[in-house]
């Protein structure tokens, strides 16, 4: 881009020194639409480059969506468990509020979240707590990794988070 501006730019400083005949007139606008031609060009393969690394960008993003079932950066755990819930098990909201029926009464989504009655603990209430350290050694800590452990629970335990629900409400307990 710099090159084509400085070679435009000595061409229309050379422009007053050349004669003003027809031919050198002809001449001068051929180097300028040369120029302005390579400029062209020189955009376009920049846009090409890119959109290249753009879609790159987006790949890898999608691929991170995947692997992790949720946007990342996301922080509110209601927020995580609904992306996850729709990303991973293709749950749509009914199974949600069911999920957050579960939750609300087990732990209120608080991720440190300690049942001194049992070593129950996070926002799951995972019996015992350390099981969660399959999905991720940050178990104690990390709202996403719990979230995950207890939705694949609820998945191979009940089939869905209603199901699960219903079991919880007849029972007491999950």
């Not at 207890?150 to 999950?174: E, N």
Request: with cysteine; glycine share 6%; net charge negative.
């Amino acid at each position: 881009m710099k090159l084509g501006a400085i070679a435009a730019t000595a061409v229309l400083a050379l422009a007053p020194i050349v004669p003003t005949s027809a031919h050198a007139d002809d001449d001068t606008a051929d180097a300028l639409a040369e120029l302005f031609a390579m400029r062209a060009d020189l955009l376009a393969e920049r846009n090409q480059a890119i959109a290249i690394n753009v879609a790159g960008i987006e790949a890898q993003h999608l691929a991170e969506i995947k692997a992790l079932g949720y946007e990342p950066g996301t922080t509110d755990p209601r927020e995580i468990a609904r992306q996850m819930m729709t990303n991973k098990y293709n749950w749509g909201e009914d199974q949600f509020t069911c999920y957050n029926n579960i939750i609300v009464r087990e732990s209120n989504w608080i991720v440190t979240a300690d049942n001194p009655h049992s070593s129950a603990y996070g926002i799951p209430q995972a019996l015992p707590g350390k099981k969660m350290a399959s999905f991720g050694a940050d178990w104690r800590t990390n709202a996403a990794t719990q979230i995950a452990w207890g939705l694949w629970y609820v998945k191979d335990r009940y089939g869905t988070p209603c199901q699960a629900w219903s079991f919880k409400r007849a029972h007491g307990w999950y």
